[in-house]
């Protein structure tokens, strides 16, 4: 059964830091590209940050780029994102999302169950 499951969501004041946790299971996960998203009230679901399967390449929204870094453990089969200098416009639904693509069929793709985070003082 594929599981990803977000932690380390709460409310933090503007400057603020926080760090998400994501914990896959089910799946061969080094084997995922992974990336978080959001979705604040009212508003589309947006990526924040992908980091690839191999080489571990990251790609970031230019709205957290200098703020946000993500990075994988495959030995832990999980993936972080590290928010630093928060402001109030990141308060979201944080997900944690795996793909990976194959050739002449839809991509596997799994989603967790999202964690808030709220920016406010």
């Known amino acids: 059964q594929v599981q990803l499951v977000e932690s380390g969501g709460g409310l933090v004041q503007p400057g603020g830091s926080l760090r998400l946790s994501c914990a896959a299971s089910g799946f061969i996960f080094s084997l995922y590209a992974m990336s978080w998203y959001r979705q604040a009230p009212g508003k589309e679901r947006e990526l924040v940050a992908t980091i690839s399967n191999n080489v571990g390449t990251t790609n970031y929204a230019d709205s957290v780029k200098g703020r946000f870094t993500i990075s994988r453990d495959n030995a832990k089969d999980t993936v972080y994102l590290q928010m630093n200098s928060l402001k109030p416009e990141d308060t979201a639904v944080y997900y944690c999302?795996?793909?990976?693509?194959?050739?002449?069929?839809?991509?596997?793709?799994?989603w967790g169950q999202g964690t808030q985070v709220t920016v406010s003082s």
């Open positions: 999302n795996g793909r990976r693509p194959r050739v002449g069929l839809p991509a596997n793709d799994y």
